[in-house]
């Protein structure tokens, strides 16, 4: 069947950006100022890792560890030839879908982990959680930002995207980037768990954001940690969202100076 | 008074069945009393994209742990899940072009104006110009029943490749539409187009 692909020419495009981690912001009085929605254009915007905070002895963190147990179902191959812009973007070569990010140990990448409780106010980070439109697919696939924070999204690519955000809680936006090099700032104004960012040129162009009232969140990266740093000393209720295999929610103890180490498992149907 | 009001109904009764009789002008045939419900909008989220949406995933190359892995319907059930979808898109383009069918639910204002029409500018183009929604709507039946045919055939590829068209079909109407003024969006489509036409793509 010429369909099949040779696996010679396989290349599995992993969210490789992005850090794992949510640094912590300093404690303040919350008033995030309301952004004015803007467009630019820059030549040198560059995707680059948020800074990470050093862990205050004062507080504690967890340090998360995410895995598939049975048989890890597969991705799709993206038909990027549906808009031959798209295989140019993506230099002609076969980028699969991000849905089940995981190694042969079984570690699972795109999991969003965030805190439920009663925290003291922290006013959101200055910097941006950045997302870049790059080869027709969003990178990362799953992040995290805080209310107030400012959302980033960038056109890597030589033609036109949109930004879609289908909100239940007032998150909505909805533009176009015509051309390469666009930056689009949003400040999502309310929690969401998970607002959904897409391309209606592009279908299959799905990203995924927490938007979350604290900086107590985080990410699994491909080895499928995850780290929360300078939680004040409490119990809580962990939450995990994974795009196929659902939400959990565990319970966790945090102390002052200590990091408390949870594995969370995923159970696949192929098991 | 009882028998006078009997002659009574039976004239009145002579006089209908006269007038019943007598001769009149040919009744014209306006069809069946169709009565819509749902609106276009509506019948485009409920039916027919995401019977495309399915049509569209039911060919696909998956790559896992082991390596590469074709899938496609492969039994009686699998198939006919496929065409079931196909039929909803194909009778879906009648339900479209179903005389009284709304754009949208009164109130319905487009989300996004910058970009897109309101549904009354919707409707003003639909009713402005039947002849041109009526080509669109059956661009989408003719490539609808182009995927029935690769179904009905067994062809996957034909599959593959006939579900790609029925997205092409989908945008050419929402960029008469929809948003008209997304300029862009019109650019890429015709580039996508013209590559497409290089490729030999119909």
């Known amino acids: 069947m010429n369909r099949l692909l040779p696996a010679g020419l ?20 919350p008033a995030p100022a309301q952004l004015e929605v803007a467009m630019t254009r820059e030549a040198d ?29 597969g991705n799709r191959v993206i038909r990027m030839g549906m808009d031959p812009g798209c295989d140019v973007a993506s230099g002609g070569q ?26 003291p106010p922290v006013a959101p980070p200055s910097w941006p959680v950045q997302i870049d439109q790059s080869g027709c697919v969003y990178r990362p696939h799953v992040v995290g930002v805080q209310v107030g924070q400012v959302l980033e999204m960038h056109n890597g690519d030589d033609l036109s995207h949109n930004l879609h955000a289908s909100s239940r809680q007032g998150n909505d936006f909805n533009v176009g980037q015509a051309v390469e090099g666009l930056v689009y700032r949003y400040q999502p104004q309310s929690e969401e768990f998970m607002l959904q960012l897409g391309c209606d040129i592009h279908r299959w162009m799905r990203s995924y954001i927490g938007v979350v009232g604290h900086p107590y969140f985080g990410v699994s990266a491909p080895d499928g940690s995850a780290t929360i740093r ?17 939400d959990q929610t565990t319970t966790v103890e945090v102390r002052a100076g200590e990091s408390t180490v949870l594995e969370i498992a995923y159970q696949s149907a192929g098991a | 008074m009882k028998i006078a009001m009997r002659g009574l109904l039976i004239l009145s009764g002579a006089v209908l069945l006269l007038a019943g009789c007598a001769p009149s002008e ?11 419900v749902a609106t276009i909008r509506e019948i485009m989220n409920y039916q027919i994209d995401p019977s495309a949406d399915a049509i569209w995933a039911s060919v696909a190359t998956v790559v896992d742990l082991d390596g590469v ?10 198939w006919d899940v496929v065409r079931a979808h196909t039929m909803r898109i194909i009778e879906g383009v009648n339900l479209l072009l179903m005389p009284g069918r709304q754009v949208a639910q009164p109130g319905i204002r487009s989300e996004f104006p910058e970009i897109e029409l309101h549904p ?8 402005g110009d039947r002849a041109t929604f009526t080509e669109y709507a059956m661009g989408l039946h003719e490539r609808a029943s182009a995927t029935l045919a690769a179904i009905d055939a067994r062809d996957v590829d034909g599959l593959l490749a006939s579900g790609e068209m029925l997205d092409v079909a989908c945008e050419r109407c929402h ?17 996508s187009e013209r590559l497409r036409q290089e490729a030999g793509i119909e």
């Open chain 2, 120 to 127: 009354e500018q919707v409707q003003e183009l639909i009713d």
């Open chain 1, 230 to 246: 300078n939680v004040p000393p409490g119990t809580y209720t962990l939450h995990s969202w994974h795009e196929i295999f659902g």
């Open chain 1, 10 to 29: 396989l290349l599995l495009i992993v969210a490789a950006c992005g850090s794992s981690e949510s640094p912590s912001g300093t404690r303040v009085d």
């Open chain 1, 94 to 119: 076969i980028v699969t879908e991000e849905g089940v990010a995981v190694t042969r140990e079984g570690d699972l990448a795109n999991v969003f982990v965030r805190l439920e409780g009663d925290f």
């Open chain 2, 69 to 78: 892995h074709e899938e496609y319907p492969e039994t009686e059930d699998e």
């Open chain 2, 26 to 36: 040919p009744a014209v045939d306006t069809g069946p009393d169709f009565r819509p």
């Open chain 1, 45 to 73: 915007w560059t995707l680059a890792p948020p800074p990470v905070a050093a862990q205050q002895a004062d507080l504690g963190s967890i340090r998360i560890h995410i895995r598939l147990d049975g048989t890890a179902p």
């Open chain 2, 175 to 191: 960029l008469h539409y929809w948003y008209p003024n997304d300029t862009t969006a019109r650019e890429q489509f015709e580039e």
